[in-house]
C-alpha cells in the first residue's frame, strides 16, 4: 500500500513541480531534455496547461470511486469531459502544426 501511494502522489508531485518551474528553469538544456515530453504539445504561453490535463486525468478515475451507480458515473464522465473540452476551447492549448 505504501508503494502505491508513493507511487502514485510522487510522480503526480514530482511533475507538477515540474511544470511549476518550468518558467524559470525551461532555459537550460538539462530542464528541456528531462521534461519536454510534459510541454512539446502546447504552446508556451499555456506552459501551465499540463497541470489541467493531469487534473482532469485524476478527475475521470476519481468519478469511477465516487459513486457505485453506473448512471451516476456516467453523469460525472461526462460532466468531467465538458469541462475540460470547454477549457480546451476558451484557452487554446494545443500547437497548430
Do not use: T
Not at 2 to 30: D, K, M, N, Q, R
Not at 55 to 62: C, P
Request: glycine content about 4%; hydrophobic content about 55%.
Amino acid at each position: 500500500l505504501a508503494a502505491v501511494v508513493v507511487y502514485c502522489c510522487g510522480c503526480g508531485l514530482l511533475f507538477f513541480w515540474a511544470i511549476y518551474v518550468a518558467p524559470s528553469h525551461f532555459s537550460e538544456p538539462g530542464f528541456q531534455m528531462r521534461w519536454k515530453f510534459l510541454f512539446i504539445k502546447y504552446r508556451p504561453d499555456v506552459w501551465w496547461w499540463p497541470m489541467a490535463f493531469l487534473a482532469k486525468n485524476v478527475a475521470l478515475n476519481i468519478c469511477f470511486v465516487v459513486s457505485p451507480e453506473p448512471l451516476i458515473q456516467i453523469y460525472l464522465l461526462l460532466s468531467v469531459s465538458a469541462m475540460y473540452i470547454a477549457s480546451v476551447v476558451v484557452f487554446l492549448p494545443y500547437q497548430s502544426r
